[in-house]
């Protein structure tokens, strides 16, 4: 089974991740894991912080001479915003967040965890453990290449404006979208998204969107019918909606598809000459009764306007009792572009488990077997 854990707090000295049940001999560079680090950072709307911070990993256990070695894998990733905090932690010099921020984890999680403090759950609500997570992701990328499994992403929304997306093989659009700021494939948009990004700043207010993740040449039959908890659908709807301001998922399209009839809707199968089963179409999104149909995965999520805005909202000081208005803290104007990276990696995480659950075996050798 693989598994994995973070820990770590957003201006804490570190975060940590331990990856658990990847098979030995997989190839394991720590370049390209820093290269999925950097691409989590860009992106328009994104805060200071992005500025202080430039991640890179460490591997501490499990893998040696560049290969996994079958034992869990330690991940590290250093905050340097930590030593800008570190002494007023020591010194408890910072004052206690008391009034929640509307749309955050601050109120149920002070609520939760009788704590009278909500910069004790902030610190590890905020979406800073998603470095961490695209680290994980990255190594679970490798696994996947191995069998010719590829994933990217790209930004659909932001906001008010729709992305035209042009019609091109997955790994086109992919590419297009690394070379925006905005991680979206339709250049003639990118002005009036930013302008709308940089409107929304300007008047102290946050935007959210959606974005699509696509993965290619999957085998048939990952997940399974049998049990509600190894639907690949579920799995995939879990990781992607774990994933800070995550709000709705939909795999291929879900939503236009509950309007239509179901002769317009379901994929028909086909068989070639040389007896190979396919589809025409793809409105399944590449998942049928909770398993993979060999069809391209197709994912979309919708990523609310970030909590944290200048505009002041109604709550109320947990201290006194009476209402007030929260602090401002930093905060994206909008994260979407870095939020579909992060997507991948879960999406990746989740076909590399399946993948697995699927074939087993305790090394890459024995896997491709």
């Known amino acids: 089974m693989l598994r994995f854990l973070t820990a770590g707090e957003s201006h804490g000295q570190c975060l940590i991740a331990i990856v658990e049940g990847l098979p030995a001999n997989l190839i394991i560079d720590e370049s390209e894991i820093n290269l999925e680090l950097s691409r989590r950072q860009k992106g328009y709307g994104r805060n200071t912080r992005m500025k202080i911070e430039n991640d890179k990993v460490k591997i501490l256990s499990g893998v040696i001479n560049g290969k996994s070695i079958g034992s869990p894998i330690a991940l590290q990733i250093i905050n340097k915003d930590w030593e800008n905090w570190k002494e007023k932690w020591k010194q408890r010099s910072l004052p206690k967040l008391t009034i ?9 999680g002070m609520e939760k965890y ?90 102290g ?103 944290t805005i200048g505009t002041p909202l109604n709550s109320v000081d947990l201290s006194t009792g009476t209402p007030a208005n929260p602090l401002y803290q930093r905060s994206d104007v909008c994260a979407v572009p870095s939020a579909s990276i992060i997507g991948e990696a879960m999406l990746s995480w989740v076909l590399a488990s399946a993948l697995i659950e699927k074939y087993g075996g305790d090394s890459i050798e024995e896997m491709l077997r």
């Open 205 to 307: 207010d946050t935007l959210g969107g959606i974005f699509e993740i696509n993965a290619i040449n999957i085998p048939v039959g990952l997940g399974s019918h049998t049990h509600w908890d190894r639907r690949l659908d579920t799995k995939i709807s879990a990781a992607l909606m774990s994933i800070p301001a995550i709000k709705g998922v939909e795999i291929g399209p879900a939503f236009n598809n509950a309007q239509l009839k179901g002769s317009e809707v379901h994929d028909e199968i086909f068989i070639n000459e040389n007896k190979n089963i396919y589809h025409k179409t793809n409105r399944s999104g590449g998942v049928e009764g909770g398993m993979s149909n060999g069809s391209p995965i197709v994912v979309r999520a919708a990523m609310k306007p970030i909590a």
């Open 114 to 203: 009788n704590i009278d403090d909500a910069r004790l759950i902030l610190e590890r609500a905020s979406a800073r453990e998603t470095a961490v997570r695209v680290a994980v992701g990255a190594i679970t990328r490798s696994l996947l290449k191995v069998f010719g499994i590829k994933i990217g992403s790209h930004v659909t929304s932001i906001g008010s404006i729709l992305a035209t997306v042009p019609e091109l093989p997955y790994e086109e659009l992919w590419l297009l979208a690394d070379k925006s700021e905005l991680h979206t494939a339709d250049k003639t948009s990118e002005q009036k998204i930013k302008n709308e990004i940089l409107n929304a700043s300007n008047n």
């Open 100 to 108: 929640p921020r509307p749309g955050h984890a601050d109120y149920p």
